[in-house]
């Protein structure tokens, strides 16, 4: 079963030899899977769709709750086969758009957007349920660890207490997990689409 956030605070305690909880806190491991989720994000986000009726429209004004990283698509769901639909997604303060280039929308069709959305786990900022994959249960965790050491080993508030040496050891303890951590999501990162910001008007 995916991991609660209880879950991996246990192992990430476990790989920094903390158990107990006596050099970090709950709190420092949460930040730490922060991290961790914030790169897995770039790499393997979650696949999503929304649907919603035509306006009539070229544009389309998504709600203030449509939380996504990218528009992968867009597509006229019919009776059959859906058709693909070139056009542009902006983001401003006000929340997602989504423009068609070519035609506009009859009223009353509906459309699908898919979209790349945050990674979640259950318990961690309210989330309900986790939508990490099990095959990457250990990668979150890997990467957190060695967030968690790194944030220790150059806290100036901990070096004050930190030897030398110990401090040397916890920050290539830390190297060694974040380097794994950026090793394994380079070995499964995924092709998505490139922010509408970054492409040409008219490229989809």
Do not use: C
């Amino acid at each position: 079963m995916p991991l609660t956030i209880a879950q991996y605070r246990d192992r990430i305690a476990l790989m920094l030899d903390d158990t107990s909880l006596t050099r970090y806190t709950a709190n420092q491991l949460d930040m730490a899977v922060r991290q961790a989720l914030t790169e897995f994000d770039a790499h393997l986000p979650v696949k999503r769709t929304y649907i919603i009726d035509s306006t009539g429209t070229r544009a389309i004004t998504l709600p203030a709750d449509f939380a996504a990283l990218n528009v992968r698509s867009v597509e006229l769901d019919t009776t059959t086969d859906p058709i693909p639909l070139k056009f542009r997604a902006d983001y401003t303060d006000e929340g997602w758009e989504i423009t068609t280039i070519d035609q506009v929308i009859p009223l009353g069709n509906t459309i699908t957007i898919t979209y790349s959305a945050q990674n979640t786990i259950d318990g961690l900022d309210s989330a309900a349920g986790t939508t990490i994959p099990l095959a990457h249960t250990e990668t979150i965790a890997i990467g957190a660890t060695g967030f968690a050491a790194r944030s220790r080993a150059v806290s100036r508030a901990e070096s004050i207490n930190l030897q030398p040496s110990v401090q040397k050891q916890l920050s290539d303890m830390a190297n060694s997990y974040i380097m794994s951590f950026y090793q394994r999501l380079a070995q499964n990162r995924e092709s998505i689409p490139a922010a509408n910001w970054d492409m040409p008007e008219g490229t989809f």
